[in-house]
């Protein structure tokens, strides 16, 4: 469910199954990384989330070393009994006794309005996400059990005579609604949309999604 934080910004996190293995610690890990988004915000009056994708895998790396856990971005791959491979992955983290290899993307889409707009936000996010898991099957050749995508979706939104608090209110509730019909894997948002500077306004927040294998959905291992 879709909270309100300080400065009236709004936060969700979401998790499926959240009692199976690496999940039982990802809803953590997700309210940290709101924690951090806002944190950024209040200190220097700007969003982490508009930079580029190292700056939120980054992030979100980071809200895995507060939740005590291990994480390294750019991490080379293994290939046979070798370490070398012959390329990276985006990121490394390791829940437990759970190892994750991560592949992230990062896309920008309007803020949906309509019942359609909202319909076509979620199959755009789906499709992408399923194609940053697909990278992460392909950049472990079989090194890891576990396999995500990671998605980080940036909002933007075009100035209208309707008011940012306004806007706030309404996204926060067709949000909250259809957030809760996805069979995404974990999923949360941050939008500091009503206290926003009017410079922002146009970009109101971000929402990270994640989508893992089959495999990652089952018993724990090293890796």
């Not at 580029?52 to 290939?79: P, Q, S, Y």
Request: charged content about 20%.
């Amino acid at each position: 469910m879709l909270q309100r934080r300080r400065r009236q910004s709004l936060a969700l996190v979401q998790v499926t199954r959240p009692r199976l293995g690496w999940r039982a610690h990802i809803g953590a890990i997700l309210e940290t990384w709101i924690d951090l988004q806002h944190r950024f915000y209040e200190s220097i009056g700007q969003v982490a989330y508009r930079y580029n994708e190292r700056a939120n895998v980054g992030l979100f790396a980071a809200a895995v070393w507060h939740r005590n856990h291990l994480a390294i971005e750019e991490f080379a791959t293994r290939k046979s009994n070798g370490w070398r491979g012959p390329g990276r992955i985006d990121l490394f983290v390791q829940i437990g006794r759970c190892a994750l290899c991560i592949e992230a993307k990062t896309i920008r889409l309007r803020a949906p309005q309509t019942e359609v707009e909202w319909r076509t936000f979620w199959q755009v996010l789906r499709t992408q996400l399923r194609a940053a898991r697909h990278e992460a099957v392909r950049a472990s050749r079989g090194t890891f059990r576990h396999r995500v995508g990671l998605l980080f979706c940036l909002l933007s939104r075009t100035p209208s005579n309707q008011s940012p608090s306004k806007w706030a209110r309404e996204f926060k509730r067709n949000l909250d609604s259809w957030a809760v019909r996805q069979t995404i894997d974990f999923l949360a948002a941050y939008l500091p949309a009503s206290g926003l500077p009017a410079v922002l306004q146009q970009h109101p927040g971000v929402i990270l999604a994640g989508s893992a294998t089959r495999a990652a959905q089952g018993r724990s291992s090293l890796i």
